[in-house]
């Protein structure tokens, strides 16, 4: 038997330490090629889950793990899925549009349009879904808002008040409304959040005087829109740059 001396006793400890730090290693790389939070992939033909929707839809009105499981459908990754899912929770009535909403709030654009769409075939039964399609229709994507602008219209009075009939204005007004607009939002102060991505893009407006009018508004609104102006600062438009640079000036928003 070999003798342990203090110098064997330290390069064996050492050597245990490379071993176990080579080991971590390649568990945490291993563990790096799962995506955190990704969602697996599903088990069933897209065929299959078609037929489970379309089975246990018509149910889901009285049905609560019917409702869920159609929930689940709209975060299907595949497109299909999700619009038959989205299709018979519009036929679940005012059970479905807590669902739908949350949906609609979700970072997935494919996601948020299938909700709207859902949302807008319910009609009046979408009433309480009014202000985060108003939200929407105030964002910066283009065909969400689109959607939630489809929607909206479908759902009777109450799709139509509040600062709808503005924020129609500012994205797809011409210039004269496009500037009235963003001198209405100018007086409501933080109310006027709703609007603040779009008056940050109106910063690239080929209308001087409209682009003027929504940089006047984001100053009155003040810090809370800081975030959407300093994204301007990477516009490709030189104009819009500077009156991004002038508006959080005014703001006196630190953004070095």
């Not at 969602?39 to 049905?63: F, Q, T, W």
């Not at 005012?94 to 909700?115: G, H, N």
């Not at 075939?121 to 009014?130: D, F, I, T």
Request: hydrophobic share 45%; charged share 20%.
């Amino acid at each position: 038997m070999i003798p342990i001396t203090r110098t064997r006793f330290l390069l064996l400890l050492a050597l245990s330490a490379v071993l176990w730090s080579v080991g971590c290693g390649h568990e945490g790389r291993a563990a790096a090629k799962v995506p955190r939070g990704g969602r697996k992939a599903p088990v069933e033909s897209v065929a299959e889950r078609l037929k489970e929707i379309d089975h246990i839809g018509p149910k889901a009105a009285k049905d609560r793990a019917a409702l869920a499981n159609l929930g689940r459908g709209l975060h299907d990754p595949r497109k299909p899925v999700r619009d038959q899912a989205g299709y018979w929770l519009s036929k679940a009535g005012a059970e479905a549009v807590p669902i739908l909403v949350t949906a609609l709030e979700d970072t997935s654009t494919e996601i948020s349009a299938v909700a709207a769409y859902a949302l807008g075939l319910m009609g009046e039964a979408a009433a309480p879904a009014v202000p985060v399609l108003t939200r929407r229709l105030g964002g910066d994507i283009d065909t969400l808002a689109n959607m939630s602008d489809w929607a909206l219209s479908q759902v009777g009075p109450r799709g139509k008040g509040g600062f709808i009939p503005l924020l129609r204005d500012l994205r797809y007004g011409n210039a004269f409304d496009r500037a009235g607009a963003a001198r209405q939002f100018s007086l409501y102060g933080d109310a006027s959040a709703v609007a603040i991505p779009l008056l940050a893009r109106m910063l690239e407006d080929p209308d001087p005087i409209a682009a003027q009018a929504a940089a006047d508004a984001l100053v009155r609104i003040g810090p809370r829109a800081s975030l959407a102006v300093q994204a301007m600062l990477n516009s490709p438009t030189p104009s819009a740059r500077l009156r991004a640079l002038l508006v959080l000036s005014q703001m006196r928003t630190s953004y070095f």
